[in-house]
């Protein structure tokens, strides 16, 4: 049996978990170090040690943190709806500022460090999972072929929102995500 963590340590956590996010975002990963964490946050070096035994641990569990859930649409409401509503919760999630901002840090980071990759490659399994769920109502519902390529999809429709996001763009993502399901939809119709 896990022994529970205290309050006082989950502030403290929590503490260092904002304060290395935001030297992340302001400085890159090379800014991230334990002095600099621990000065930003008010929070002892030896309580940092507590939560984690290096600082590739803590950058792992500040990318875990700023991982957006993106809400699952209802799939009783039908294709078209429930793809619309994913996109549309997609732009909103991409639109915030915090996840704007960290989105360079993380992918520069993913190159370097496998078990961040391997968190980032999770988080994107379980978006097309949900995606591939959507998509099989369409199946179903006769509007697009069973030979779908989830991965080809889930490109089409993120790149552009991610695109524009990443180039500053953020404030028309929900627009430009119904603009490319339209697209994505009248390219099946028949």
């Not at 800014?31 to 792992?60: C, N």
Request: proline share 6%; hydrophobic share 40%.
């Amino acid at each position: 049996m896990t022994k529970p963590i205290s309050p006082r340590a989950l502030r403290s956590r929590e503490k260092l978990l904002r304060a290395a996010t935001e030297l992340l975002v302001e400085s890159g990963p090379r800014g991230v170090t334990v002095d600099a964490v621990s000065d930003a946050s008010g929070v002892a070096k030896s309580t940092l040690y507590r939560h984690w035994q290096t600082r590739d641990e803590m950058l792992v569990d500040v990318v875990r943190c700023n991982i957006p859930d993106i809400d699952e649409p209802d799939p009783s409401r039908g294709f078209e709806v429930a793809l619309r509503t994913y996109m549309g919760n997609a732009a909103t999630t991409i639109a915030d500022p915090q996840w704007s901002r960290i989105v360079p840090a993380m992918m520069s980071l993913r190159t370097t460090m496998p078990d961040l990759a391997a968190i980032v490659d999770e988080d994107r399994s379980a978006k097309a999972n949900k995606l591939q769920a959507i998509l099989d109502l369409g199946i179903a519902e006769g509007l697009l072929p069973a030979s779908i390529d989830t991965d080809m999809v889930s490109n089409l429709l993120f790149g552009p929102i991610f695109f524009s996001s990443l180039v500053g763009q953020s404030t028309e993502l929900e627009k430009l995500s119904d603009y490319v399901v339209d697209r994505f939809i009248a390219s099946y119709a028949t």
